[in-house]
């Protein structure tokens, strides 16, 4: 079974900072998914990733296959940046393409 | 499209009672999930479908039982309710398209006393 590790567990930061959420994970994968978890308890999925680098608007994710390892970066968060953001991997077998979750990181972001 | 649904939104059991939690997607999606989120852990797989007629036991599913009824429906059913079963629960369908991305319901929220 997949260990998937993230961190830091608790975020806070000033509007305006960069901000990195790492993520690891002990078995190889076909791919990592990054979500986001609203105060309200919706989960809306960010990125899936199987290599390099993608970016949509302030949000960038990486992922380095050799070195299991994902972050996720915010460019100039704002206060509507905090949520819970999950990391999950996809294990390369089975057929319903089974994701393995992190405990997530709850990232505040203050005015 | 409303995506994926779920009913009820909140619900307290008495231990022993019985009860469904009913999920519904209109995306045409094959894979349907059932999962459960307590403090402190991530998400973690009670059942789920890979089609319709299908339904395979995920990481927890001692204490529950499902119905892939359709394509549409995935249902998830406590028999005998127990404190230890007090999580938010999420249905999720699964996407064939190369992302594989997961699309999830607004959650379930359920104490047992």
């Known amino acids: 079974k997949n260990e998937v590790e993230q961190s830091p567990q608790n975020l806070t930061a000033q509007e305006g900072e960069f901000i990195t959420i790492n993520c690891s994970y002990s078995?190889?994968?076909?791919?990592l998914h990054w979500l986001q978890q609203h105060p309200g308890g919706g989960i809306v999925s960010l990125f899936m990733?199987?290599?390099g680098k993608k970016k949509h608007g302030r949000l960038i994710a990486t992922i380095n296959i050799q070195e299991k390892h994902s972050s996720l970066h915010i460019t100039a968060s704002h206060p509507r940046d905090s949520a819970v953001y999950i990391c999950a991997v996809r294990s390369p077998s089975g057929s319903a393409r089974q994701l393995t979750f992190g405990s997530g990181t709850q990232l505040t972001v203050l005015p | 499209n409303a995506g994926v649904t779920q009913t009820p939104k909140f619900q307290v059991l008495k231990t022993g009672q019985s009860m469904t939690l009913q999920c519904a997607q209109d995306m045409n999606h094959n894979s349907m999930y059932w999962y459960r989120q307590d403090p402190g852990m991530g998400l973690r797989l009670i059942y789920y479908?890979?089609?319709?007629?299908?339904?395979d036991k995920g990481e927890v599913p001692n204490g529950y039982n499902v119905s892939r009824l359709n394509k549409r429906e995935f249902s998830l059913r406590l028999e005998s309710a127990a404190p230890s079963q007090t999580s938010v629960y999420f249905c999720?369908?699964?996407?064939?398209?190369?992302?594989?991305?997961?699309?999830f319901g607004p959650g379930t929220r359920l104490t047992v006393t």
């Open positions: 078995v190889g994968i076909s791919a």
């Open positions: 999720a369908s699964r996407t064939r398209q190369i992302t594989y991305e997961q699309y």
């Open positions: 479908s890979a089609s319709e007629g299908t339904t």
């Open positions: 990733l199987s290599s």
